[in-house]
T-cell receptor, first 114, second 113 residues
């Protein structure tokens, strides 16, 4: 399966600031996704990153708060904007190589907001 | 509303024990059910189950899907301390063409020496 690199691995940020998380894959993949895992919770899909067009957001997530880019088939970014302590979570990038294949996850970014 | 429910939420066993983790789902457009193991941050893929009644096996781990009962089990035999982790069940929602996964709450397994 594809090797997925996520940066940064962790960060501590001040409230009101923004952070961009990068996801790099070592091969072209069809689908890229961004998930959030709040403390003690399971994973929730934020959005599907679409190559060359606007991301598809799930209910409860908006582009102004979580802008996403996907300039090509191997790279995507998620920005967490105007952060508050409630945004403290693990953010995970996942990819699916091709149709009918499982999603594989990057190592995640642990984000803490002070 | 589509949902995935796992039980138990937590489990403590001793090395050598056998454990069974449960996952039930109510997803309108079911495509597949997946199991992941999460030790630190990244969930690692274990199994993907699409057909009912066919067991998938990898070493001491095995899993089976029952589409009639809308459920799946994950078995771990001869547990080791390295099996301590959160086990996540997810259902691939086929209602969109993106392949959205709906996750359960997870089962936290602790294996004591």
């Amino acid at each position: 399966s594809a090797v997925i690199s996520q940066k940064p691995s962790r960060d501590i940020c001040q409230r009101g600031t923004s952070l961009t998380i990068q996801c790099q894959v070592d091969s072209q993949v069809t689908m890229m996704f961004w998930y959030r895992q709040q403390p003690g919770q399971s994973l929730t899909l934020i959005a599907t990153a679409n190559q060359g067009s606007e991301a598809t957001y799930e209910s409860g997530f908006v582009i102004d708060k979580f802008p996403i880019s996907r300039p090509n088939l191997t790279f995507s970014t998620l920005t967490v904007s105007n952060m508050s302590p409630e945004d403290s979570s693990i953010y995970l990038c996942s990819v699916r190589d091709s149709e009918a294949q499982p999603q594989h996850f990057g190592d995640g970014t642990r984000l803490s907001i002070l | 509303e589509d949902k995935v429910v796992q039980s138990p939420l937590s489990l403590v066993v001793h090395e050598g024990d056998t454990v069974t983790l449960n996952c039930s789902y109510e997803v309108t457009n079911f495509r597949s059910l997946l199991w992941y193991k999460q030790e630190k941050k990244a969930p690692t893929f274990l199994f993907m189950l699409t057909s009912s009644g066919i067991e998938k096996k990898s070493g001491r781990l095995s899993s089976i899907l029952d589409k009639k009962e809308l459920s799946s089990i994950l078995n771990i035999t001869a547990t080791q301390t390295g099996d301590s982790a959160i086990y996540l069940c997810a259902v691939w929602d086929g209602s969109s063409n993106t392949g959205k996964l709906i996750f359960g709450q997870g089962t936290t397994l602790q294996v004591k020496p």
